[in-house]
Every structure is written in structure tokens, then in C-alpha cells.
């Protein structure tokens, strides 16, 4: 796409945006120490914080959604992560200059995440990033969530973007699926929660960025 034709730039969240992988883990290993288990380290559990519960009550237990207990261990996750939310979680390095540059060149930017409303809006606000995103798709936002493309279609919808005209910034391979699927551009953030096994360079995104800074690379 030629160079200034942007005019929207989005982001996923969790390892995109924000890194939320330490109040993730330490929920994560609360409830391991409840139940008398060794804590986890934190290469097992940070590539798991862009996958949610699935991922995480995997490393920490064992367990798919298709488990017995599953359920159970989500809501408890689930409440307790809601009372350390904002403890120990903070924008990546690079992006608070990154989304000042993109305000003072006039580009709008948001937020589409698989998070839901009730973690997403509370912890955007205690970063002061609430109302300054010209949108914020949160998990339950739409009928449905990436890798569908509803969400980053919704977005564009709102701030009035053909979905050419926006760049999409996340760090899973459904993030770049679901941009793909909506005719977005996307990047992948290599700086986000990739596990070893992954290959972000099949993913068929635009472009790798190593620091958010990169992004200014595509703009």
C-alpha cells in the first residue's frame, strides 16, 4: 500500500500492546500454590497469555476446554485475575512514543481484542489509553471473535476505515488469520508472546516488527 494511505492503525492487545503476561502468571500461580503445586516459570507461562484460559489452564493443569473441571478452573481464574488485573501489567517499550507519533500525524488508532469488556475497558483506562483509542473491540464485542473477521470489520465500520486502509498489529497466527480474512494488512509483533514451536513467517502477514517503532516503517 503507498505510504500515507493508512488511516487507521489496530492493535491486539495481550503481547501486542500491553504486556499483561505477569498478572497472568501470577493468577496462574496463586491458584497452583492454593492447590500446593511448585509455581510455573515464566517461559511456560508467557507464550500461553495471548491464548487466554485454554492456554494457560493447559500449562497450569492440564486441561482443555473439553475436560471435565475445565469450567470451573476458568471462573475461578477468571475472578481472581479480575482482582490483580492492573498489579504488575504496562505497555510494551516503544509504544507509548509509537501512539504519540501516530496522534501528532493525525492517524487514528484502537484496540481489537479476544479479551473480554469487563478485563479490557478497566485495564485501557488505568493505562490512560481508554479514550484515547478511537476504538476498542473487546472478545465480546461481536458475535464473534478472531480469527473471525466480525471484529476488525466492526473497527473499521467505526472509525469509518475501509479495512485497506488500516494496519493490523497482533502477535498469534489468529490475529493475522482474521486480518487476512478482512482484507487487512497485518504485522506480526515478533516482541509479543510467540512460544518456540511457532512460525510466524507462514503466517502470511505483511511484515515482522521487532519493537513497536518498526511499525512507523509500514506508515
Known amino acids: ?12 492487545l495481550d503481547g501486542t500492546l500491553v504486556d499483561t ?12 500454590a492454593r492447590r500446593g503445586m511448585a509455581p510455573l516459570p515464566d517461559p511456560l507461562t508467557r507464550p500461553q497469555a495471548s491464548h487466554g484460559t485454554r492456554g ?21 481464574f477468571l475472578a481472581l485475575y479480575e482482582t490483580r488485573l492492573t498489579e504488575r501489567s504496562g ?12 496522534e501528532a500525524a493525525g492517524l487514528a488508532w484502537g484496540v ?9 475497558e478497566p485495564l485501557l483506562a488505568h493505562l490512560g489509553l481508554m479514550t484515547r483509542a478511537a476504538i476498542v473491540v473487546s472478545g465480546d464485542t461481536c458475535a464473534h471473535s478472531k480469527p473471525h473477521p466480525a ?11 475501509r479495512p485497506e486502509e488500516c494496519l493490523y498489529v497482533g502477535d498469534a497466527e489468529r490475529d493475522i488469520r482474521a ?16 512460544a518456540e514451536d511457532d512460525t510466524p513467517e507462514e503466517w502470511g502477514g505483511s511484515g515482522l516488527i521487532r519493537h513497536p517503532g518498526q511499525i512507523l516503517d509500514y506508515l
Open 1 to 12: 500500500m503507498p505510504r500515507g494511505a493508512y488511516k487507521t492503525i489496530l492493535f491486539d
Open 21 to 32: 503476561a505477569p498478572d497472568l502468571a501470577a493468577t496462574l500461580n496463586e491458584m497452583r
Open 56 to 76: 494457560l489452564l493447559r500449562v497450569g493443569f492440564g486441561l482443555t476446554p473439553e475436560d471435565a473441571g475445565f469450567e470451573t478452573l476458568r471462573g475461578e
Open 91 to 102: 505497555i510494551f517499550p516503544g509504544i507509548g512514543e509509537l501512539l504519540g507519533g501516530l
Open 112 to 120: 481489537v481484542t479476544n479479551k473480554p469488556a469487563r478485563y479490557t
Open 151 to 161: 471484529p476488525l470489520l466492526h473497527a473499521c465500520g467505526k472509525t469509518a476505515s
Open 179 to 194: 486480518a487476512t480474512a478482512a482484507g487487512m494488512p497485518a504485522l506480526i509483533a515478533l516482541y509479543g508472546y510467540l
